[in-house]
């Protein structure tokens, strides 16, 4: 009975918790990251003005999950034009690497606090260690974050 609880876990675990997690870390990343972005003073709102305006950049630093600062830097540094990069796919491949590399740890973590097993974070705690980088922020200089990508180069 043990062995077919554990295929039914595996199966909710490969089939709901992993594709949620990745496009809710995605989300996540990006909503959380735009807004810690405008609570730094990179987003800047002037309705006094005639045309409502919105300025962006200013700052020097932001807040970035670890996991994602590889990623999002490559793409800073081969942003050629306003929304294009040079830089091949590697920075693509980074970001997603980070997104399913957390959405994986998490959906694990769940599946083994439902099961009731005794090692849920790992050996060495590597679960923990990577839910903790990828769901926490951290500040970073700017030219390092999402959000930077998506409204000052853009």
Same mark, same amino acid.
């Given at each position: 009975?043990?062995?077919?609880?554990?295929?039914?876990?595996?199966?909710?675990?490969?089939?709901?918790?992993?594709?949620?997690?990745?496009?809710?870390?995605?989300?996540?990343?990006?909503?959380?990251?735009?807004?810690?972005?405008?609570?730094?003073?990179?987003?800047?709102?002037?309705?006094?003005?005639?045309?409502?305006?919105?300025?962006?950049?200013?700052?020097?630093?932001?807040?970035?999950?670890?996991?994602?600062?590889?990623?999002?830097? /490559?793409? %800073?540094?081969?942003?050629? *034009?306003?929304? $294009?990069?040079?830089?091949? &796919?590697?920075? @693509?491949?980074?970001? /997603?690497? %980070?997104?399913?590399?957390? *959405?994986?740890? $998490?959906?694990?973590?769940? &599946?083994?606090? @439902?099961?009731?097993?005794?090692?849920?974070?790992?050996?060495?705690?590597?679960?923990?260690?990577?839910?903790?980088?990828?769901?926490?922020?951290?500040?970073?200089?700017?030219?390092?974050?999402?959000?930077?990508?998506?409204?000052?180069?853009?």
């Amino acid at each position: 009975m043990r062995g077919s609880k554990i295929k039914i876990s595996n199966l909710i675990r490969n089939t709901f918790f992993i594709p949620f997690f990745f496009l809710g870390h995605i989300f996540y990343d990006l909503g959380i990251g735009y807004w810690l972005f405008e609570l730094a003073g990179g987003i800047t709102y002037h309705p006094e003005e005639p045309v409502f305006k919105t300025h962006f950049g200013g700052i020097n630093w932001a807040f970035e999950t670890p996991l994602y600062i590889p990623g999002s830097y /490559l793409m %800073a540094e081969h942003n050629v *034009a306003p929304c $294009t990069w040079t830089g091949g &796919q590697w920075d @693509i491949l980074l970001l /997603l690497f %980070a997104t399913t590399l957390t *959405a994986i740890a $998490t959906g694990q973590l769940i &599946q083994k606090i @439902i099961n009731k097993d005794k090692n849920k974070f790992g050996k060495f705690y590597w679960r923990l260690i990577i839910i903790i980088l990828g769901w926490v922020f951290i500040p970073v200089p700017v030219e390092m974050t999402m959000a930077y990508e998506w409204t000052v180069l853009c």
